[in-house]
């Protein structure tokens, strides 16, 4: 039996910490913006000491950071007291600092809080699909325990309306039969939309023809034997297998795409996507394209109520202390907050160089271009950019593109022109776009057809990049006559 003894050791290790100011610039710099404008919401209701700009829409003038810095150097020092000093030289503006810091003197708009308030209190929550369905169980004449069975299989549907879980736990949670199980799922497919509760595709269909009252026997021996054919487009196997034409296949199907494969996306509640972005690319009187001043950042500034406070002898060093440490608290939030908008712009400023002909042409034209050329050209670590890239949206002519949309890698063509990946994409999708319906085109012929362009591409990446761009494959995209 090995011996237990209590002991102390030494460990020597290395550890990266952050500090306060890089946890909060990493925190800005990652953040989408509309987390950002809540994050700013957030501390300036936390935070008394900074406020906003009225009217943060209209373009600033001059940095409140370095300009201070600037004029702290080009004026004498006004001095007011060894506490207030010793703050100055924590936040590196100089002992004048206070004079140089724009203050906010703006009113209080009652008509926008009237209105923000409307905006707020008129979005209504949408029930989701399980609690319409609870409704309708509720209203139903449904009770004792097919009630209970069908609230259990209401608690497994997910949002695309399907049930996902096992039946044998149904009959061992509830102890109920199988009989009682199945009864209960003819009842909820008696719920609305059509086909909520099924256990498969095909379930959901039979259940949407019946709802529907159709009545052609072929239509259902499609679903119940060869939907797995049907799905991979094998009209003609199907057709001799059904005895009948592959016209009257092809009827079918289009009876059966009337049907809704998810049908509780008729009800689940969606929450809008709501995508603000963070700059603008916008075009010039003059024919260029130009990087438009960032309006959607409200612009932050020092209290000049609490500056005063700091300064007035009479006020008590409790308060005094907590002056300080708010100042420097807002400080390092509008420094990282400038920090920012600096990397995005940069960020945006490359991207408007380097893809001019996108600008210009549009998509087919963008050039290759990755997120470490960027970050050498800045100066800057590729994991910066990537970060500062992340959520991030650029409004442009063209649409409105994610950051990351800009960077892929690229091919050369024998005239030596630069396309990214995006590009190819684009010409892959054109080439399909204008093929044959009855002879698509398979991967190797577009591989051949890009050479033919200049383009040398494998035929596994045509492959790849068809599957990114949402195109199915040869086989599904035949149109059989």
């Known amino acids: 039996m090995a011996e237990l003894f209590l002991g102390q050791h030494l460990k020597l290790s290395q550890e990266q910490i952050l500090a306060p100011q890089q946890i909060i610039s990493l925190e800005m710099l990652v953040a989408p913006l509309l987390e950002l404008q809540e994050k700013l919401l957030r501390e300036l209701e936390l935070n008394p000491v900074i406020e906003m700009e009225p009217g943060f829409n209209e373009e600033q003038i001059g940095n409140p950071i370095t300009d201070a810095a600037q004029a702290a150097e080009n004026q004498e020092p006004v001095t007011s007291g060894d506490d207030d000093r010793e703050l100055a030289e924590l936040i590196k503006l100089g002992d004048n600092w206070h004079d140089y810091l724009p203050s906010a003197t703006g009113s209080y708009d009652a008509d926008a809080e009237k209105r923000r308030d409307f905006m707020f209190n008129s979005q209504i929550e949408q029930p989701s699909l399980q609690e319409n369905l609870l409704e309708q169980l509720r209203l139903s004449e449904i009770d004792g325990k097919a009630s209970e069975i069908i609230e259990y299989i209401i608690g497994n549907i997910d949002d695309t309306g399907y049930f996902r879980g096992q039946m044998s736990e149904i009959e061992s949670a509830l102890n109920v039969s199988l009989q009682q199980t199945e009864a209960a799922f003819k009842l909820i497919h008696t719920f609305d939309p059509p086909g909520v509760g099924a256990r498969s595709i095909s379930e959901n269909l039979l259940v949407q023809l019946r709802r529907k009252k159709r ?267």
């Open 215 to 481: 009545k052609n026997p072929k239509l259902y021996e499609l679903v119940e034997h060869h939907l797995d054919e049907l799905g991979r487009n094998k009209l003609p196997l199907i057709a001799k297998k059904m005895n009948i034409s592959v016209d009257d296949v092809a009827a079918l199907q289009e009876q059966l795409q009337t049907l809704n494969p998810f049908p509780g996306s008729a009800i689940a509640a969606t929450q809008p996507a709501f995508i603000v972005p963070d700059l603008e690319i916008e075009k010039s009187p003059e024919g260029e394209f130009i990087l438009a001043p960032d309006d959607n950042i409200p612009r932050l500034t020092i209290s000049q109520t609490y500056l005063d406070l700091l300064d007035n002898p009479n006020t008590s060093k409790e308060t005094r202390d907590y002056i300080r440490e708010k100042l420097l608290s807002g400080k390092m939030l509008m420094r990282s907050l400038e920090q920012r908008q600096s990397t995005l712009r940069r960020i945006a400023e490359v991207i408007l160089d380097t893809q001019y002909d996108f600008f210009h042409q549009g998509v087919e034209h963008l050039h290759p271009m990755t997120m470490r050329e960027v970050a050498d050209k800045l100066g800057l670590h590729e994991t910066t950019i990537s970060r500062a890239s992340a959520s991030k949206y650029l409004k442009t002519p063209n649409g409105l593109f994610e950051f990351k949309f800009f960077f892929s890698g690229g091919y050369q063509s024998d005239d030596g022109e630069e396309l990214s990946s995006r590009s190819v994409k684009e010409i892959i999708r054109d080439m399909i776009e204008e093929e044959d319906p009855a002879k698509p085109l398979s991967d190797n012929k577009l591989s051949v057809m890009l050479e033919t362009k200049g383009l040398k591409v494998a035929r596994r990446t045509v492959a790849k990049y068809r599957e990114a761009l949402g195109i199915p494959a040869t086989s599904l995209r035949r149109q059989h006559q």
